[in-house]
């Protein structure tokens, strides 16, 4: 069983930056393939991005646009999305994710493992 536990979110401004980190415990992280989601309310839960288990390759949601980056450190058991110049309608409830191998790593349904998430709110 893993556990995950985002922290990092809070309240910013728009154009400014927040470092989301998932801490993982309860397994061996660096055979996890992980992932970010976020839910704002009233919507679905969204891609933001994800990372493959060695962090060799990394994918992002249509909407990140290069804003944010997605990474890891298998030493530390804890994934990182480093967000910058976010948006007001960044606004969410970011969740981190894990799964041994989802095959379709934007969908949610594929990832086993979640985080409580950690609100991000971007004031304009």
């Known amino acids: 069983q893993v556990q995950l536990v985002e922290s990092g979110g809070g309240l910013v401004q728009a154009g400014g930056s927040l470092r989301l980190s998932c801490a993982a415990s309860?397994?061996?992280?660096?055979?996890?393939?992980m992932g970010w989601f976020r839910q704002a309310p009233g919507k679905e839960r969204e891609f933001v991005a994800a990372?493959?288990?060695?962090?060799?390759?990394?994918y992002y949601g249509d909407f990140v646009k290069g804003r944010f980056t997605c990474s890891r450190d298998n030493t530390k058991n804890t994934v990182y999305l480093q967000m910058n110049s976010l948006k007001p309608e960044d606004t969410a409830v970011y969740y981190c994710?894990?799964?041994?191998?989802?095959?379709?790593?934007?969908?949610?349904?594929?990832?086993?493992?979640w985080g409580q998430g950690t609100q991000v709110t971007v004031s304009s």
């Open positions: 994710a894990a799964d041994r191998n989802p095959v379709l790593y934007g969908s949610s349904r594929r990832y086993r493992y």
């Open positions: 309860g397994g061996s992280f660096s055979n996890y393939f």
């Open positions: 990372i493959s288990w060695s962090a060799d390759r990394t």
